[in-house]
């Protein structure tokens, strides 16, 4: 009987641990970036140097020189850029990036 509760107490201890481990990461980490096959199907893709960064918008300078600026919002999957960074963003007809990613040089 004394086991019996010793075992579901540990069970109970490792479960609570496992669901506070899941629960600790940060906002940007649940926000990774990593666009789902319809956005690679159907969206454009602006790849280029991060030129500017806004609280509403990223602009991205394209290999041909032309600056386009994206518009971003809390639903907008976006791995940590910086000034500089080479990225990919899937962009929707409207003009939002749903997805803005690193990516390699």
Do not use: N, W
């Not at 990593?34 to 956005?39: H, T």
């Not at 918008?57 to 910086?82: C, F, L, N, P, Q």
């Amino acid at each position: 009987m004394r086991a019996t509760r010793l075992h579901i107490s540990l069970l109970a201890t490792m479960a609570l641990f496992v669901v506070g481990v899941g629960c600790s990461q940060t906002a940007a980490e649940r926000r990774a970036a990593s666009p789902s096959l319809a956005e690679r199907v159907k969206q454009e893709a602006v790849t280029g140097r991060v030129h500017e960064v806004g609280a509403k918008y990223v602009s991205i300078r394209e290999s041909d020189g032309v600056t386009r600026r994206v518009r971003v919002d809390d639903h907008t999957k976006m791995d940590r850029v910086a000034v500089g960074d080479h990225v990919k963003a899937y962009v929707s007809e409207d003009g939002y990036a749903t997805t803005i990613q690193r990516d390699a040089d």
